[in-house]
């Protein structure tokens, strides 16, 4: 399946934002759901979200918000979006947080798989820096794909909880 991509760009990662044909740039997640509400698309959607991520547990920053699933106001701001229709409507099946390291370590694993639950839908995050040289004109280069972590509804479930894979080790 092919997925249409709508690029949203945060205002502090302009150098990418150049680079990417058609980039919306957005400075909260306030403006990530306004400019999702302008969208209509016949068919299957990626929503890449371009943006730094914080310093130690690596969840993707746009301005003050970060994409943090364990914050009660960004999880309602995640649900309000599927339960108001605005994914269904932008035709988003897919998201990708697009920033250095956003699928490493426990805070961002968590979070994205909080996101797949809320959503229904895939999460991707990233298992390494990215570089302005892994994007291209239309986004992330496909060649760079293996810097990419897809969390699914079924993939995640059938995963053990972190905390019990840190008890297995423990014996």
Request: glycine fraction near 8%; charge should be positive; include cysteine.
């Amino acid at each position: 399946m092919s997925l249409t991509a709508i690029a949203m760009v945060a205002r502090d990662a302009l150098p990418v934002a150049r680079a990417i044909r058609g980039a919306v740039e957005v400075a909260s997640l306030a403006e990530v759901r306004a400019a999702l509400l302008m969208r209509v698309s016949p068919g299957p959607t990626s929503l890449d979200l371009y943006a730094h991520t914080t310093r130690g547990h690596h969840h993707l920053r746009l301005g003050g918000d970060a994409i943090d699933l364990l914050e009660p106001r960004i999880a309602a701001w995640s649900a309000a979006l599927v339960a108001d229709g605005v994914l269904a409507r932008a035709g988003v099946v897919q998201v990708r947080l697009l920033g250095c390291s956003s699928a490493v370590g426990p805070a961002a694993r968590a979070s994205l798989a909080r996101l797949v639950g809320l959503t229904g839908g895939v999460v991707v995050g990233t298992r390494a820096p990215l570089f302005a040289a892994h994007h291209g004109p239309t986004g992330l280069r496909p060649d760079c794909a293996h810097l990419l972590e897809r969390f699914t509804p079924t993939t995640w479930a059938a995963r053990p909880a972190p905390h019990a894979l840190a008890a297995r080790s423990r014996v």
